[in-house]
Each structure stands twice: as C-alpha cells, then as structure tokens.
C-alpha cells in the first residue's frame, strides 16, 4: 500500500495527475514530495504511484 500523507492507501493503475484531480487537489497550489523528491508539476502525468511509494502532498492556502 502507498503512504499517502502517512496515510496507507491501495493504489491500482494511477498516476500522480490523476490522483490529485480524483482527490480535489488543486494542482496549481500543491508540492509533492514522492519517495523524498521533489516533482515538478510537468512530470505529474509522468509518475505512475506504486504500492511502495511514500508521497506527502502540501497544499499552500491563502488567507489574511
């Protein structure tokens, strides 16, 4: 099972894109760190999510 935000998640035959987009991330305002990377929102579609990845997601959030 991936951990998701120390979460642990069954992931089948997904990529990173399609998972924020399921999940109601806005991509525009998240930075992923997959595995202890960095990734860069281009390479998003690029990264297919793995039963034994480690993914933390963090959403910047406006306010004042």
């Known amino acids: 099972m991936a ?8 992931i089948n035959n997904v990529n990173l894109l399609e998972y924020l987009i ?3 991330y806005r991509i525009d305002r998240v930075v992923v760190d997959y595995n202890g ?3 860069r929102k281009i390479d998003f579609e690029k990264i297919n999510i ?3 990845d480690k ?3 963090v959403c910047f ?4």
Do not use: A, H, L, P
Request: aromatic residues 4%.
């Open 3 to 10: 951990e998701i935000n120390g979460k642990y998640e069954e």
């Open 22 to 24: 399921e999940n109601k």
């Open 37 to 39: 990377d960095i990734v």
């Open 50 to 52: 793995k039963n034994t």
């Open 55 to 57: 993914i933390e997601i």
């Open 61 to 64: 959030v406006g306010g004042g």
